[in-house]
């Protein structure tokens, strides 16, 4: 059996690593996250990284709708942009941002792209 909320914190771990790895800057996990709700799963050391971020990681599946919500939400609540980053068992990581952080998009699509095309976008908005 699987403890959910240790996979979890692996996880957000893991892509706090990938994060400082890929851009230099440092992340903690919020913790807030478990006692409050409009929280994200990762803070940054850089206060002009631009994302929210929502990290998921299951064993199978398919995105689900309701994390783009959570994310959202607590990307209203610091001013940032929301993020998704998920992983499902031997998959790659995935990130769902708003299409509107790339080109103008007044509808709200949302983009699924691979990790390093996030990191690649961050460096740009942040440049």
């Known amino acids: 059996m699987v403890n959910g909320r240790a996979?979890?914190?692996?996880f957000e771990r893991e892509v706090?690593?990938?994060?400082?790895?890929?851009l230099g800057i440092s992340f903690k996990r919020n913790l807030e996250q478990y006692r409050a709700g409009f929280h994200d799963d990762l803070t940054p050391d850089d206060d002009s990284f631009p994302w929210s971020i929502e990290c998921k990681r299951?064993?199978?599946?398919?995105?689900n709708p309701a994390w783009w919500q959570q994310a959202s939400d607590a990307a209203q609540a610091k001013g940032k942009l929301p993020c998704v980053i998920y992983k499902f068992d031997r998959r790659p990581?995935?990130?769902a941002i708003p299409l509107g952080a790339i080109f103008d998009d007044t509808d709200g699509h949302l983009v699924d792209v691979s990790f390093e095309t996030l990191c690649y976008i961050t460096r740009e908005i942040m440049e």
């Open 16 to 22: 706090a690593k990938l994060l400082h790895a890929e």
């Open 7 to 10: 996979k979890g914190a692996s």
């Open 93 to 95: 990581i995935r990130v």
């Open 58 to 63: 299951y064993a199978g599946g398919s995105f």
